[in-house]
């Protein structure tokens, strides 16, 4: 073969290009870091209990468990922990983090359309609840807020830490790899819609299926937009209104 045969072309780059993960590589780093973060919550629980909890009784120690103070501390502390596992394994693959999550700041027109569509959608969601004759989520959640420390810890939560660690999660990491598979953009969007919906295993099947249809609208932003920050405002402005509206956080 000639020199002519192995020159490359003009202005091609020798070096390799990143790649994505494909659909099981995703699912598998997705697995791994909600792992992470089970252990990182459970570690943190078990590290705050007293050296004395040996001499109580079962009924104390569930008490002692369910603490709304240690709970709300062990979700604040696995959080970063969990990001640290996509982190990880996004610059293994030689990839920038913020690039492959789609961390764009949105623009202000964007984040104003966004939460009028939320708006408008908690509001059909509370009239069908309404018609329905459901007046509050079926949940079987063991969270208790109890006073005004657990409350602010509860706010943090559900309005900080859950909807950055679950967007970065399904509509960064999820869809950016899914997306690129044999699912496509809107096959991404309903498979990581669904698993969200089954990972709040705290609800009734009818409060998974308006998460199921919340993640579709997340999705749907986060298709149009390519800004993953935009759905982590929209999630965090959901989760803000049902905190004083009451019904189920997502």
């Known amino acids: 073969m000639s020199e002519l045969e192995n020159a490359r072309p003009l202005g091609a780059d020798p070096s390799p290009q990143p790649r994505t993960f494909d659909f099981f590589e995703t699912l ?20 705050s ?24 501390a062990a979700v604040i502390f696995a959080t970063p922990a ?27 027109d964007d984040i104003v359309v966004v939460l009028g569509i939320m708006t408008i959608f908690l509001t059909v969601e509370a ?17 208790v807020v109890g006073g005004a420390k657990g409350l602010i810890i509860f706010a943090v939560i559900i309005c900080v830490a859950a909807p950055v660690l679950e967007e970065f999660v399904f509509r960064g990491f999820m869809f950016r790899g899914w997306s690129q598979s044999f699912l496509g953009p809107i096959g991404a969007i309903v498979l990581t819609s669904a698993l969200w919906a089954m ?8 409060e998974r299926s ?9 999705g749907y932003f986060r298709l149009r937009s390519n800004s993953t920050w935009l759905t982590v405002v929209a999630h965090s402005a959901m989760n803000m209104a049902i905190l004083f509206l009451g019904g189920p956080y997502v």
């Open 210 to 218: 308006w998460i199921f249809v919340e993640g579709l609208v997340l």
């Open 127 to 143: 009239f069908v609840t309404i018609k329905l004759g459901i007046t509050r989520p079926q949940t079987n959640s063991d969270f």
């Open 82 to 108: 969990a990001i640290a596992v996509l982190w990880v394994a996004i610059r293994r693959m030689g990839r920038e983090f913020t690039e492959y999550l789609a961390l764009n700041w949105p623009s202000r």
């Open 28 to 47: 598998l780093v997705a697995l791994i870091t909600y792992a992470v973060f089970l252990f990182a919550a459970q570690l943190t629980i078990m590290l």
């Open 199 to 206: 990972l709040h295993s705290q609800y009734g099947w009818y």
């Open 49 to 72: 209990l007293p050296a004395f909890m040996n001499g109580l009784s079962s009924e104390q120690v569930d008490i002692l468990w369910k603490q709304p103070v240690r709970q709300g």
